[in-house]
T-cell receptor, first 112, second 115 residues
Framework: SQQGEEDPQALSIQEGENATMNCSYKTSINNLQWYRQNSGRGLVHLILIRSNEREKHSGRLRVTLDTSKKSSSLLITASRAADTASYFCATDALHNNNDMRFGAGTRLTVKP | DGGITQSPKYLFRKEGQNVTLSCEQNLNHDAMYWYRQDPGQGLRLIYYSQIVNDFQKGDIAEGYSVSREKKESFPLTVTSAQKNPTAFYLC??????????????FGPGTRLTVL
């Protein structure tokens, strides 16, 4: 069964606005990762946050992790049309960090 | 030029036929994975392998088989027992060895269509 669940399923914003996507998971983890997928392509790793970290930044990306609520958020600031893609969170299993599960994703559309 | 490759990009199969999807990586990664993605859905894990000659079933292994005879290669066979094989198949690899290093690198995918 899938571990992570993203919310919302779809998000449409104007260029320049911020986009926030959320991920909830069910069991304890070592790490949580966010990936991006352009239509019909493979996934590209964006950022990894460890279970003992609360916030991480990478360029226009900001990820938070709340292990008490078993949730994470991905914020993309000053969005661009090129950010249009699906975004997935992935969590590993506490007993096996190579056993990863992906959520169904959030489909982000950034209108120019 | 390091990376992970999948072939073919598009594959058509008649019902009742087995078909093998190729996945090769030259990243010297220990772990490799196969996922299935259906339209508008997330990824579901089929099989993964942490080391050569060893692999574990994921959530939807029925109707699929894999082998890991070489570190660089992890082919997936979709058998006739898989009732609904039309999907997008993604292969990935990662360094094995600790929770700091399990970022996965993905291939471009193979789109399988059963006619």
């Amino acid at each position: 069964s899938q571990q992570g669940e993203e919310d919302p399923q779809a998000l449409s914003i104007q260029e320049g606005e911020n986009a926030t996507m959320n991920c909830s998971y069910k069991t304890s983890i070592n790490n949580l990762q966010w990936y991006r997928q352009n239509s019909g392509r493979g996934l590209v790793h964006l950022i990894l946050i460890r279970s003992n970290e609360r916030e991480k930044h990478s360029g226009r990306l900001r990820v938070t992790l709340d292990t008490s609520k078993k949730s994470s958020s991905l914020l993309i600031t000053a969005s661009r049309a090129a950010d249009t893609a699906s975004y997935f969170c992935a969590t590993d299993a506490l007993h096996n960090n190579n056993d990863m599960r992906f959520g169904a994703g959030t489909r982000l559309t950034v209108k120019p | 030029d390091g990376g992970i490759t999948q072939s073919p990009k598009y594959l058509f199969r008649k019902e009742g036929q087995n078909v093998t999807l190729s996945c090769e990586q030259n990243l010297n990664h220990d772990a490799m994975y196969w996922y299935r993605q259906d339209p508008g859905q997330g990824l579901r894990l089929i099989y993964y392998s942490q080391i050569v000659n060893d692999f574990q079933k994921g959530d939807i292994a029925e109707g699929y088989s894999v082998s890991r005879e070489k570190k660089e290669s992890f082919p997936l066979t979709v058998t006739s027992a898989q009732k609904n094989p039309t999907a997008f198949y993604l292969c990935a690899s990662s360094i094995f060895g600790g929770s700091l290093y399990n970022e996965q690198f993905f291939g471009p995918g193979t789109r399988l269509t059963v006619l």
